[in-house]
């Protein structure tokens, strides 16, 4: 089926990468690419467990569906996750697949604020 779509649209989806575990993660991830950004995604974090993406050395950014986050349980366990991050000394965003969804500008200016105060050194 992929050889079959146009040129441009098959870059198009070779660029979103295959680590994707869901399509919020694959639309950021084309999003951040085309913006320029150089991003590991799956990444594990001894102590915290894989993350979506990881920004330079310390920047942690997780996309977060409602329909796998939606119990007390989960809501608790990425907050652990979090808090065992930033001791380690990482910081994370987190968006819903909504956010990422609905292109909501505040995502990108999120994570352009955090470059540019150096969360990801």
């Given at each position: 089926m992929l050889s079959e779509l146009p040129r441009a649209m098959r870059r198009a989806l070779a660029a979103a990468g295959n680590k994707s575990e869901s399509g919020g993660e694959s639309l950021l991830l084309f999003d951040l690419r085309q913006l320029g950004f150089v991003l590991r995604q799956q990444v594990?974090?001894?102590g915290v467990g894989r993350v979506d993406f990881i920004i330079g050395e310390r920047l942690i950014v997780e996309v977060d569906g409602y329909e796998f986050h939606s119990e007390r349980r989960d809501f608790e366990e990425d907050r652990r996750r979090d808090a065992v991050a930033s001791s380690l000394g990482y910081r994370t965003l987190r968006f819903s697949h909504l956010q990422v969804e609905r292109n909501d500008p505040i995502v990108?200016?999120?994570i352009?604020?955090?470059?540019?105060?150096?969360?990801?050194?």
């Open positions: 594990e974090i001894v990108k200016a999120s352009l604020a955090a470059l540019a105060r150096g969360d990801h050194l």
